[in-house]
């Protein structure tokens, strides 16, 4: 899963949030130096990328995109998720996808000195484009599938899987609604399990 699914699996607990966005940049055991709800954030990011990966329904998704884009195509597949819980977000919040994306930026903002450097140079980027919000259009995704493939130095074309994303666009939703319900049921237990509960 990308960056909207880790936010918003992180519940509402703001410090937890900005761990599981940011862990990608942690390695190892560097978690251990942050704050308990930073580190429960990280573990709980981890978790649900162990989930991801291993699941059969994300990685018949995921197999679709292997031949042309390879080592990438998990990477293209966690944007895709992110497309269709973007696009159907009033299923999974009643908070507007908007203020939720507003909101977010601002709680890194205000928490800037403790965001990883790789975070703080990325912010900018993802705040003026407003990726949250972008995520839900197949307009937003050619943009950010473009920035990906930019930062990958072009090695696959990455914004061409918006093909693959119109070819299988009923597959690859019922598919996500399918896998996402079990990973939010994965992770609240995860988040007992964190929380001592």
Known sequence: ???????????NQHLLKIGNFMADSIKGNDYEKFDTEIKKGILL?????????SHPIYRKSKHRLHAKY?????????????????KNWSNYSDEKL?????????????????LTDRI?????????????????????????LFQMDYKTKHRVNMQEAIVELQDFYVEFES?????FEELILSCQY???ELNGV
């Open 45 to 53: 990011h981890r978790h649900i990328d162990s989930f991801t990966d």
């Open 98 to 114: 908007e203020n939720y994306a507003d909101n977010f930026y601002k709680l890194l903002e205000e928490n800037k000195s403790i």
């Open 70 to 86: 390879g080592h990438y195509s998990g990477v293209i597949m966690d944007i895709l998720y992110d497309h269709f819980l973007a």
């Open 1 to 11: 899963m990308n960056y909207l699914a880790h936010v918003y699996l992180s519940g």
């Open 120 to 144: 703080i140079s990325m912010m900018p980027y993802m705040i003026a484009r407003n990726w949250f919000v972008s995520y839900a259009t197949i307009s937003g995704m050619k943009m950010i």
């Open 175 to 179: 598919e996500f609604f399918l896998f």
């Open 190 to 192: 995860k988040l007992k």
